[in-house]
């Protein structure tokens, strides 16, 4: 059975970083885009990054871009997601999503759409 669980959430600071992680199982990440997204209460939820399994093609939110850096390391069957100098608008439950051979930007821009599988979620709190 498929699975994708993140972690590497947690409390942090205005301007420091974290690095969530996304482990799939049950699958293989080289057919897959993976993309990052996040939701607050009361919001939709909204692309962060997203990057291909087959041929390391990524897209960023512009809220992301030169503060975001997502990866892959496909032997793991892991992506990761490096977030840097953090703001308390980041606040919020961080979700990883596959879906099979998706363009990057068309996963990024839609998130409500039912992806093939979905994490759990996990909180990234950004706080003083």
């Known amino acids: 059975q498929a699975h994708l669980v993140e972690s590497g959430g947690g409390l942090v600071q205005p301007g420091g970083s974290l690095r969530l992680s996304c482990a799939a199982s049950?699958?293989?990440?080289?057919?897959?885009?993976i993309g990052w997204f996040r939701q607050a209460p009361g919001k939709e939820r909204e692309g962060v990054s997203c990057i291909t399994g087959w041929d390391d093609s990524t897209h960023y939110a512009d809220f992301a871009k030169g503060r975001f850096a997502i990866s892959r390391d496909i032997d793991n069957s892991t992506v990761y997601l490096q977030m840097n100098n953090l703001e308390p608008e980041d606040t919020d439950v961080y979700y990883c999503a596959a879906d099979m051979y998706t363009s990057v930007h068309a996963m990024c821009v839609n998130g409500q759409l039912p992806y093939d599988y979905w994490g759990q979620g996990i909180q990234v709190t950004v706080s003083s």
């Open positions: 049950g699958f293989s990440l080289d057919a897959y885009a």
